[in-house]
């Protein structure tokens, strides 16, 4: 199978998660942390919700749930429940994941390490979420601990010569990423 690793700006987009065990609480808490205007639609809500959810609705998926939603997670456990939700957003367009299938999903969740604007993501395309796990903590380890403020002073300086009339696209950034970087490794940074 082949995907296309995208990031995607979802602040303000409408997000429906169905189901709030475990699974469906902590992608709901991620779409929130993401920006998005997360709703979420479950029978029993089995686990803690975040903070900032747009609307909670106690009750079972009925057909129509997702009008007016941008993407939509699949987060039942119930067979029947996600067969409705897989024809319906396919016949609406919308993005859909249906977590633990992603033969029938339209994208998949990353593993991500997040340092200020740089973010590192790792997929196995949905075929062991443990090993995306695993290679994005061995990923995180070996990246230098200040890249928040590395990507900070950069978008400063590329600001700074964009404001001069200097163009950034094709500029070769290699040397000053090696002095920011100090080589690249952890172990050879001086804090």
């Known amino acids: 199978m082949s995907v296309l690793p995208l990031a995607?700006?979802?602040t303000n987009k409408p997000v429906l998660v169905v189901g709030a065990g475990h699974i469906g609480s902590g992608k709901?808490?991620?779409l929130v942390d993401a920006g998005a205007k997360v709703s979420v639609i479950a029978r029993d809500i089995l686990a803690p919700l975040p903070t900032g959810i747009v609307s909670i609705e106690q009750r079972d998926f009925r057909a129509g749930d997702l009008e007016g939603f941008t993407l939509v997670i699949s987060a039942t456990?119930?067979?029947?429940t996600n067969d409705q939700i897989v024809e319906?957003?396919?016949?609406a367009g919308v993005w859909l994941n249906v977590v633990d299938d992603p033969a029938r999903s339209d994208f998949y969740f990353t593993a991500v390490h997040r340092a200020g604007?740089?973010?590192v993501s790792v997929s196995t395309s949905g075929a062991s979420p443990a090993l995306a796990q695993r290679l994005r903590t061995l990923i995180a380890g070996h990246l230098p601990s200040d890249l928040a403020d590395v990507a900070s002073r950069l978008r400063d300086e590329r600001a700074s010569l964009q404001r001069a009339g200097s163009s950034t696209e094709g500029r070769d950034w290699s040397s000053r990423l090696d002095a920011l970087l100090g080589g690249?490794?952890?172990s050879s940074r001086s804090h």
């Open 28 to 30: 709901a808490g991620l």
């Open 88 to 91: 319906e957003a396919r016949d």
């Open 184 to 186: 690249g490794s952890p």
């Open 117 to 119: 604007d740089v973010v």
């Open 8 to 10: 995607f700006k979802l």
């Open 77 to 80: 456990g119930d067979a029947a």
